[in-house]
């Protein structure tokens, strides 16, 4: 969601004329996207700033910010970071060109409200891609987890209409995206006022209809996330189904495996519901990975309420696992509950569950190992010049043997070795 938001940002300002430097050590404007979900990100954005003021003492740059913790800070950002010039909300990207005008003169704060449409003819330069593409379809949280800042940095869910998302993702086909996910804090809960768009389709829901008019245009590959338990409904494992383009990957965040921990969360659903998403996944006629998130040491989580969390995740086999120690987020219900568990059990429960995930991942992986997959060939390896990296259809990053002429080709991989986190193999030809 950050780095769509980033792209969108940057498209704005070539639009308007800035040019994209290369480096914070050159440029005259620095903007830095900031995420608030947990403290630990917020911190690290403002030491990003003094960092910056820091070393170009001499040709300072202007320094704005954007994102959740502008718009959740404000003005108060001028004080707990003097460097900044400008505060960008979430509801204000549009006007950052405008507000970068301003900030020469005095310090500015937009917490405005977004109008929609939103930016979708991203420019080229902006891309943090030439390959994949986000395409927003849904913005915002109306769900208030106890835990979570989102509902209140983003505000409420805005679906954007099906014609618009349909044709962006038209034109980054012509434009040459191999690949496009959809994003939103839950897109499944995807609802637009009107079904202008796609009408034709069918679907359980809203959220699945789109899936099925998305595949529909012809883009090689889709991808979507993030899923909520909640309104997840197992007409999307269908539509995957029926679509070839549809990916093998879902990311259907489960937090708890215990009722009760679920229940303080407010998550709206039980670790049986849970259960029979799983079962539905992993029932579907084609292999579909699944990968979750997971916050260890919510306040009064037990001992044997994480030992569920333990049971259950052994249980799903997740192909990856995002795994959170609870940070407490002010505004939030959880905040003011005061069991809190302590920082050493929380970082105990980690490595515990981080342990276990392991050694479940690392038997999915070996499954792989001798497979052909599809790589969409997206760049050079960091490590290796020679080597091409990619995804398969199911998240998982494979680097290849292969030359550069495979870039932006879907490439059929065999897989030779397991690394620490991803495949290795070498290019047998393209799809
Ligand atoms: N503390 C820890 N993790 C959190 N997440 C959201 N809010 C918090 C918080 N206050 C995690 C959830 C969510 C992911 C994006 O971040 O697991 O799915
Ligand atoms: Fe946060 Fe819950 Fe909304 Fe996800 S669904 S963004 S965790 S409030």
């Known amino acids: 969601m950050n780095v769509s938001d980033s792209e969108r940002a940057a498209s704005l300002l070539y639009k308007s004329g800035f040019e994209l430097a290369d480096s914070s050590d050159t440029a005259d404007v620095v903007?830095?996207?900031?995420?608030?979900?947990?403290e630990k990100a917020e911190k690290k954005a403002l030491r990003r700033v003094e960092e910056i003021s820091r070393s170009r003492k001499a040709d300072a740059p202007l320094i704005g910010l954007m994102g959740c913790v502008a718009q959740l800070e404000g003005a108060s950002l001028f004080e707990t970071a003097p460097a900044i010039r400008f505060v960008v909300g979430t509801g204000a990207t549009e006007r950052i060109p405008q507000l970068i005008r301003k900030a020469e003169e005095e310090k500015v704060s937009d917490l405005g409200g977004r109008q929609l449409p939103f930016e979708s003819d991203i420019a080229p330069v902006a891309r943090r891609s030439a390959r994949v593409a986000f395409v927003p379809i849904i913005e915002g949280c109306n769900k208030f987890c106890t835990y979570c800042i989102v509902p209140y940095s983003r505000g409420r869910e805005r679906s954007r209409p099906a014609n618009e998302i349909l044709f962006e993702v038209r034109s980054l086909l012509a434009q040459g995206f191999k690949e496009i996910h959809l994003i939103g804090q839950n897109v499944n809960s995807y609802r637009p006022k009107s079904s202008a768009g796609f009408e034709k389709f069918q679907g359980a829901t809203p959220f699945s209809r789109l899936l099925r008019a998305v595949a529909s245009t012809g883009i090689p590959r889709v991808k979507f996330t993030t899923s909520f338990p909640r309104d997840f409904h197992a007409d999307i494992v269908k539509a995957i189904e029926e679509n070839e383009n549809l990916c093998n990957w879902i990311h259907l965040p489960v937090q708890s495996g215990s009722d009760r921990v679920l229940r303080a969360m407010r998550r709206g659903y039980k670790a049986d519901d849970f259960y029979r998403h799983v079962d539905a996944i992993k029932g579907a006629c084609r292999r579909i990975a699944l990968t979750s998130d997971i916050i260890v040491g919510f306040p009064g989580e037990s001992h044997s309420e994480f030992e569920e969390t333990l049971r259950l995740v052994g249980r799903c086999g997740f192909e990856g696992l995002y795994i959170f120690k609870?940070?407490?987020?002010?505004?939030?219900?959880a905040a003011k509950l005061s069991d809190a568990v302590e920082e050493s059990e929380k970082t105990e429960r980690f490595m515990a569950l981080e342990k276990l995930q392991a050694t479940v991942q690392r038997k999915i992986y070996n499954n792989l190992v001798g497979k052909s997959m599809a790589v969409l060939a997206e760049g050079t390896s960091a490590k290796s010049s020679d080597?091409?990296?990619?995804?398969?259809?199911c998240q998982k990053v494979v680097n290849f043997r292969g030359g550069r002429g495979l870039l932006g080709e879907i490439v059929n991989v065999r897989v030779t070795e397991l690394k620490s986190h991803s495949l290795y193999g070498e290019a047998l030809g393209v799809l």
């Open 31 to 38: 903007i830095i996207n900031t995420c608030s979900v947990r």
């Open 387 to 393: 080597d091409l990296t990619g995804h398969t259809s």
């Open 326 to 333: 609870y940070s407490a987020r002010r505004g939030t219900p």
